[in-house]
T-cell receptor, first 114, second 110 residues
Framework: DSGVTQTPKHLITATGQRVTLRCSPRSGDLSVYWYQQSLDQGLQFLIQYYNGEERAKGNILERFSAQQFPDLHSELNLSSLELGDSALYFC?????????????FGPGTRLTVT | GQQVMQIPQYQHVQEGEDFTTYCNSSTTLSNIQWYKQRPGGHPVFLIQLVKSGEVKKQKRLTFQFGEAKKNSSLHITATQTTDVGTYFCAGDNAGNMLTFGGGTRLMVKP
């Protein structure tokens, strides 16, 4: 158990809909990262927040947005969903803002768009 | 942008055989991390290499960082069924972004 929690575990929704994925980092970690992993694919970095502020942005679509709240939990919002958005979404946390620190991954949310 | 390539994509081995995965970056890295993801699981941090030419060992696993800090390898001696999973390298070019390689999926026949 990494100490990072993600909800929900599974999500099935229709094209065009909007969903919100939630992540709580390990106690004391200030950074939260979001990754997308499609079937048999690698990890695509989406976005990083550090202590409430956006720190780094990767290949995140304009239809996707994220935020980190004062209690450090984070939410990833996916809108106008398409079939290709079906994937495993991981949240990870680390102690510091720099990505040189090891990241602790949550169990992931499996999103299925039908 | 920075690219991190990993080979091979898949590897089948007989239990007891050795296994190696290679990671190459298009840019010089400040450090490299390795993660393991078991089937159905999430990535788990294994190790970080920082120095040029660094070699670190964890039991049967040997990690190397190239002299030019652009490549790395993970070698597993005498694989076991518990080694099954996908091994990812992740390179940090000090640009505040960790770039993951595509991973090498290791399958071990008992």
């Amino acid at each position: 158990d990494s100490g990072v929690t993600q909800t929900p575990k599974h999500l099935i929704t229709a094209t065009g809909q909007r969903v919100t994925l939630r992540c709580s980092p390990r106690s004391g970690d200030l950074s939260v990262y979001w990754y997308q992993q499609s079937l048999d694919q690698g990890l695509q970095f989406l976005i990083q927040y550090y202590n409430g502020e956006e720190r780094a942005k990767g290949n995140i679509l304009e239809r996707f947005s994220a935020q980190q709240f004062p209690d450090l939990h984070s939410e990833l919002n996916l809108s106008s969903l398409e079939l290709g958005d079906s994937a495993l979404y991981f949240c990870a946390s680390s102690a510091s803002g720099g990505q040189s620190y090891e990241q602790y991954f949550g169990p992931g949310t499996r999103l299925t768009v039908t | 942008g920075q690219q991190v390539m990993q080979i091979p994509q898949y590897q089948h081995v007989q239990e007891g055989e050795d296994f190696t995965t290679y990671c190459n970056s298009s840019t010089t890295l400040s450090n490299i991390q390795w993660y393991k993801q078991r089937p159905g699981g999430h990535p788990v941090f294994l190790i970080q290499l920082v120095k040029s030419g660094e070699v670190k060992k964890q039991k049967r696993l040997t990690f190397q960082f190239g002299e030019a800090k652009k490549n790395s390898s993970l070698h597993i001696t005498a694989t076991q069924t518990t080694d099954v999973g996908t091994y990812f390298c992740a390179g940090d070019n000090a640009g505040n972004m960790l770039t993951f390689g595509g991973g090498t999926r290791l399958m071990v026949k008992p």
